[in-house]
């Protein structure tokens, strides 16, 4: 690591991403949403020379660099690419679904946005923030390289201070959605890998102190007293804080000691947020140079033996998952609207709960949850069989868990952080999920910790099913997938199913369900048609009459999404279609079955 002097600020300047800024919606923000200028790459030309050395690691920058936006100076100048001169691409978006010849494309594009700026005041500082890019970003200004992050749905960020001038900036971003063995999600998922600069990037300008994270929460177990942290950069050694909660006459006067302060307090009146209620308070967080607003629920949630307690109360999830995919579109979802459809049509459904499936979605969705009053379970993609046994794979696991907690700890509605779904048992797996939990609870304490786990048919008994997975004990909810009726097995054999789970905890069925082509009719035991997909549903109910413990569910999935396993002609068509309503809105008869069965279950918990 090297510094850099500027002003009176000491700034690192680091190779990979910088811890991201929390609640950037209420920060000195300039959106760089638009058409960006973009490059398509397949052999990284713009990244290596022809003996595969990367430009960004020679002594000497090259202008063959693409992230050098170099122009011939002179018509004898040999320049091989040039960003003005090439077609745009909309940020945020992904590329599959703006051009076709993209559709099925994994790879490098190369992405440029000009901009001018200039600070507010010279001690002031400026920061890039992505909300999301998959997978891997190589982030420059005006060419000099700000770092790397790898994950696709975490946001991260940088400092650009030291290389920002007042016209014609260029931030070019190098994006690969290559998939990797090594990666978080690995090579083999079944949902569309969207490539591109997925959410919104932004410009947030900061004064030289600055807040970068924060948490105001009930503490655990306690439900009268607020507890959290305040972390500033750039403070100094004794640096006044404030916290105020009008509403409940909060006023603490606090001191950050080396730029933290950790707090707890008692609060009288407060009124708990719960999905019949989802009450937000206004709570401001500020030092002498800054001053942040946020809208925050106080709850409590936990456990005792089969019981979910939110505000000590008992609770049924009744959920629905959800890919972060615009269904009409068949692209990937980046804007409040986007979300305000998905839970929409979630509340439609009589759902308390949603599952934001199979990684962390939009910040627009867990904003929208707590002011919709919907509970949220959010996970991290280790997904079917990512490499256990590699510790970079399990540090980036914990990354992508740690950007996730830090982006929406202070968010009511989550409820829920999920650590993995249908991994299969092995010592390696369970090393690696025990650590990736540890880490989860050591991030956050006043949230459960879950996976969605596999069963199995006991041997010499097809209609029993057993849930003893080891890993099961590290957690405070028990969930599982299955899908008796679609993959193995008729409908009837899922009603006629008993269960056999060795954990006198919650169980949660976070997935289960079956194909129907919205539109295509016939008979109950002809499959793909919507009236299978109903009947399935009717006999998957009677069975959750037999799950012990049962305290929720998620059916698989709200809508159909695309995917390239699915490649059934005039059925599938690339398409997953276990969803409740289609990829041209309209719900299929199924969704009334599982809404009848909420109204239902509605009846027997409030």
Known sequence: MRTLLIGWILLPVLAWAQAPLVNTQNRNTTSLAGPWAAIVDPYETGYYNYRREAYDQQK????????????????????????????????PGDWNSQRESLLYYEGTVWFK?????????????????????????????????????????????????????????????????????????????????????????????????????YVVQLRRNAPDTLAGFVQLVGAAEDEPVQIEIPELGVRQQLRARRGRVEFAFTATNIRYWSPQSPKLYTVWVGTRHQRLRDDIGFRTISTDGPDILLNGQPLFLRGISIHEEATQRGARAYSEADALVALNWAKELGCNYVRLAHYPHNEHML?????????????????????????????????QMGEAITRDRNRASIIVWSVANETPPSPARNGFLRGLIAHTRALDTTRLVSAAL?????????????????????????????????????????????????????????????????????????????????????????????????????????????????????????????????????????????????????????
Not at 177 to 191: E, G, I, M
């Open 60 to 91: 000497e920058a090259s202008p063959s660099a693409y992230y050098m936006n170099h122009h011939a100076r002179d018509k004898a100048e040999l320049v091989e690419y040039d960003f003005d001169k090439s077609p745009t691409l909309m940020v």
């Open 113 to 213: 946005r000009s901009f001018d700026y200039t600070l507010q005041a010279p001690d002031r500082r400026l920061f890039v923030h992505f909300g999301a890019v998959n997978h891997r970003a190589e982030v420059y200004l005006n060419g000099h390289k700000l770092g790397t992050h790898e994950g696709g749905f975490t946001p991260f960020g940088f400092e650009v201070t030291p290389w920002l001038r007042p016209k014609d900036n260029f931030l070019v971003v190098k994006v690969d959605n290559t998939r990797q063995r090594s990666a978080v999600p690995t090579l083999n998922t079944d949902w569309w890998n969207y490539g591109g600069i997925t959410r919104d990037v932004m410009l947030i300008e900061e004064p030289a102190t600055y807040i970068q994270d």
């Open 367 to 399: 904003r929208l949850a707590d002011r919709m009053g919907l509970l949220v379970w959010e996970e991290v993609p280790v997904y079917w069989t990512v490499d256990f046994a590699n510790p970079d794979t399990l540090a980036n696991a914990k990354q």
């Open 454 to 606: 596999e069963r199995y048919a006991k041997e010499g008994e097809p209609n029993t099913q057993v849930l003893d997975d080891s890993i099961g004990a590290d957690l405070d909810i028990v969930a599982f997938n299955q899908y008796i009726g679609w993959y193995g097995g008729t409908p009837e054999d899922a009603a006629r199913a008993q269960w056999e789970i060795g954990f006198n905890k919650p169980v949660v069925v976070s997935e289960f369900g079956g194909d129907a082509l919205q539109g295509l009719h016939g008979g109950k035991d002809e499959r793909w048609t919507e009236e299978y997909q109903e009947h399935l549903y009717q006999q998957t109910i009677v069975m959750l009459g037999h799950v012990p413990n049962l305290r929720g569910v998620s059916p698989w999935i709200l809508a159909d999404f695309r995917s390239p396993k699915r490649l059934l002609p005039g059925i599938q068509d690339g398409w997953n279609r276990k969803g409740l309503i289609s990829n041209r809105g309209i719900k299929k008869k199924a969704f009334f079955t599982l809404r009848d069965y909420y109204a239902t279950m509605a009846g027997r918990y409030p």
